[in-house]
C-alpha cells in the first residue's frame, strides 16, 4: 500500500500557492522573451564627447547584461536645447514599449515649472528609472579676474564689473551669476551666445569674460583638474546646501550668507537641479513590468565592478539615485510654492536687453 507524502490539505495549499507564483514567473518570462535578441537605445540630449555621452557609453556597456533577456544596448545623440528636443521626441513620440531611454539635464526638466517657455513634456509623467550621479556645482573666475578675486565676498566688493560666460539667459549658467548679482549683490554681468562650456573655457583664456558658473566636482576632477591645480582657475562660490565640498576648496558656501526663508527656497529651487546631473527617463506609458526590470538593471549596473573600474580609469566616480529617488526629487521641486517660483524666475533671468558676445 503507498502512502502520500503530502495530505490532502497541505496538497491544496501548495496547487494554490503555486498558481499565484504563475503569474510572477510568467511577467519574468516575458520581459525576458521581450528583449532577448532587441536592442536598447539610450539617447543622450548632448552632443558626442562630453559628460552626459561619456557616462552614458560607459553605462551602455554593461546596461545590458543585467536586463533579462540581455539586449544589446547602443548610445544615440539628440543635442538640441539643453536635452529639450531629446526630452520632447522622448515624451511624444518614442515608441513607449521600453526600448528607448533618455538621458536628459535635469535644468530642462524643471522649465515646465517656471510656464516661461513652451516645452511639450512633463517630468512628472516620465517613468524615470534611474539618475548616474550627483554633482556639486562651483563658479570661478580665470586668475582672479584680474582683481585677485578668491572669494565671494571679493567679489561682491570688487570695482570692476566681472564678466560671466554664458549661452544662454535661460542657462544655469546665466541664472547663477545672476543669483550672485540680485540677491547677494555682487557686481557681476553675464555675456551670452557661448555653445557650452569649451567656448566659454576658451573665452575666460582668451580675456574675453572673467569666469563662468559651470564647474562640477567631476569636472574639477577631469577636464579642469590642471587648470584648478596650477591655480589659473579660482573657485570662489559654491552651491550644494549640505555644507562645503572640500574639492572646492575655499570656494565660498551660498547657503550661510541667506539671510531669509525666501531666500533659502530660492536658492533650494535653483540650486538642487544642478546636484541631479544625470537622470534617464522611460517614456510616459512604457509597460511597468519593463520599467520596473530597467531599474533593477540601472541598480545592478551602476555596483557592477567593471563599471567602477571603467569609470575609475577616467577618472569618474559615480554617485547613482534609483527611480523611485529620483520621482521623489522631482515632486518636491515641483511642489514648490507659486510666488517663490515666480521670484526666483525674475531675479535670476536676464530679460531685458541681454549682452551678446561680439
Same mark, same amino acid.
Given at each position: 500500500?503507498?502512502?502520500?507524502?503530502?495530505?490532502?490539505?497541505?496538497?491544496?495549499?501548495?496547487?494554490?500557492?503555486?498558481?499565484?507564483?504563475?503569474?510572477?514567473?510568467?511577467?519574468?518570462?516575458?520581459?525576458?522573451?521581450?528583449?532577448?535578441?532587441?536592442?536598447?537605445?539610450?539617447?543622450?540630449?548632448?552632443?558626442?564627447?562630453?559628460?552626459?555621452?561619456?557616462?552614458?557609453?560607459?553605462?551602455?556597456?554593461?546596461?545590458?547584461?543585467?536586463?533579462?533577456?540581455?539586449?544589446?544596448?547602443?548610445?544615440?545623440?539628440?543635442?538640441?536645447?539643453?536635452?529639450?528636443?531629446?526630452?520632447?521626441?522622448?515624451?511624444?513620440?518614442?515608441?513607449?514599449?521600453?526600448?528607448?531611454?533618455?538621458?536628459?539635464?535635469?535644468?530642462?526638466?524643471?522649465?515646465?515649472?517656471?510656464?516661461?517657455?513652451?516645452?511639450?513634456?512633463?517630468?512628472?509623467?516620465?517613468?524615470?528609472?534611474?539618475?548616474?550621479?550627483?554633482?556639486?556645482?562651483?563658479?570661478?573666475?580665470?586668475?582672479?579676474?584680474?582683481?585677485?578675486?578668491?572669494?565671494?565676498?571679493?567679489?561682491?566688493?570688487?570695482?570692476?564689473?566681472?564678466?560671466?560666460?554664458?549661452?544662454?539667459?535661460?542657462?544655469?549658467?546665466? @541664472?547663477?551669476?545672476?543669483?550672485?548679482?540680485?540677491?547677494? $549683490? !555682487?557686481? &557681476?554681468?553675464?555675456?551670452?551666445?557661448?555653445?557650452? *562650456? #569649451?567656448?566659454?573655457?576658451?573665452?575666460?583664456?582668451?580675456?574675453?569674460?572673467?569666469?563662468?558658473?559651470?564647474?562640477?566636482?567631476?569636472?574639477?576632477?577631469?577636464?579642469?583638474?590642471?587648470?584648478?591645480?596650477?591655480?589659473?582657475?579660482?573657485?570662489?562660490?559654491?552651491?550644494?546646501?549640505?555644507?562645503?565640498?572640500?574639492?572646492?576648496?575655499?570656494?565660498?558656501?551660498?547657503?550661510?550668507?541667506?539671510?531669509?526663508?525666501?531666500?533659502?527656497?530660492?536658492?533650494?529651487?535653483?540650486?538642487?537641479?544642478?546636484?541631479?546631473?544625470?537622470?534617464?527617463?522611460?517614456?510616459?506609458?512604457?509597460?511597468?513590468?519593463?520599467?520596473?526590470?530597467?531599474?533593477?538593471?540601472?541598480?545592478?549596473?551602476?555596483?557592477?565592478?567593471?563599471?567602477?573600474?571603467?569609470?575609475? @580609469?577616467?577618472?569618474?566616480?559615480?554617485?547613482?539615485?534609483? $527611480? !523611485?529617488? &529620483?520621482?521623489?526629487?522631482?515632486?518636491?521641486?515641483? *511642489? #514648490?510654492?507659486?510666488?517663490?517660483?515666480?521670484?526666483?524666475?525674475?531675479?535670476?533671468?536676464?530679460?531685458?536687453?541681454?549682452?551678446?558676445?561680439?
Amino acid at each position: 500500500m503507498s502512502v502520500s507524502l503530502v495530505s490532502r490539505p497541505s496538497f491544496a495549499i501548495l496547487s494554490i500557492c503555486l498558481m499565484g507564483a504563475a503569474p510572477l514567473a510568467s511577467k519574468a518570462d516575458s520581459v525576458s522573451e521581450f528583449y532577448t535578441g532587441k536592442t536598447l537605445t539610450l539617447q543622450v540630449g548632448f552632443s558626442a564627447g562630453g559628460g552626459y555621452d561619456t557616462s552614458a557609453r560607459i553605462l551602455a556597456k554593461y546596461f545590458g547584461n543585467h536586463l533579462p533577456g540581455k539586449p544589446t544596448v547602443v548610445v544615440q545623440n539628440v543635442p538640441g536645447g539643453g536635452s529639450t528636443k531629446l526630452a520632447s521626441s522622448l515624451f511624444n513620440t518614442a515608441p513607449k514599449n521600453g526600448l528607448f531611454l533618455g538621458m536628459v539635464s535635469s535644468s530642462a526638466m524643471v522649465i515646465p515649472l517656471y510656464g516661461k517657455r513652451k516645452v511639450k513634456f512633463s517630468p512628472d509623467k516620465f517613468e524615470w528609472v534611474g539618475n548616474v550621479h550627483r554633482d556639486a556645482v562651483a563658479c570661478g573666475v580665470w586668475r582672479g579676474a584680474g582683481q585677485d578675486i578668491k572669494s565671494l565676498t571679493d567679489l561682491v566688493k570688487a570695482k570692476k564689473t566681472v564678466i560671466f560666460g554664458s549661452s544662454r539667459p535661460t542657462s544655469n549658467l546665466s @541664472k547663477f551669476p545672476m543669483f550672485l548679482k540680485n540677491v547677494l $549683490g !555682487a557686481n &557681476v554681468e553675464v555675456v551670452h551666445g557661448y555653445r557650452g *562650456s #569649451k567656448p566659454i573655457t576658451l573665452a575666460m583664456q582668451r580675456g574675453e569674460v572673467d569666469g563662468a558658473c559651470m564647474f562640477y566636482g567631476s569636472s574639477i576632477q577631469g577636464p579642469y583638474k590642471q587648470m584648478y591645480e596650477s591655480g589659473d582657475l579660482n573657485l570662489i562660490a559654491q552651491y550644494g546646501e549640505d555644507g562645503k565640498v572640500p574639492l572646492f576648496g575655499d570656494a565660498t558656501p551660498i547657503f550661510p550668507l541667506l539671510k531669509t526663508d525666501e531666500q533659502r527656497d530660492m536658492a533650494r529651487l535653483l540650486f538642487a537641479p544642478a546636484e541631479l546631473t544625470r537622470p534617464i527617463a522611460a517614456p510616459p506609458g512604457t509597460p511597468k513590468d519593463r520599467v520596473a526590470a530597467l531599474r533593477k538593471a540601472f541598480t545592478d549596473t551602476m555596483a557592477d565592478p567593471a563599471l567602477k573600474a571603467d569609470a575609475k @580609469k577616467m577618472n569618474i566616480a559615480f554617485d547613482p539615485m534609483s $527611480g !523611485a529617488e &529620483v520621482n521623489r526629487w522631482f515632486a518636491e521641486i515641483y *511642489s #514648490k510654492p507659486r510666488a517663490i517660483v515666480e521670484k526666483t524666475y525674475t531675479l535670476t533671468v536676464a530679460k531685458k536687453n541681454p549682452k551678446t558676445k561680439k
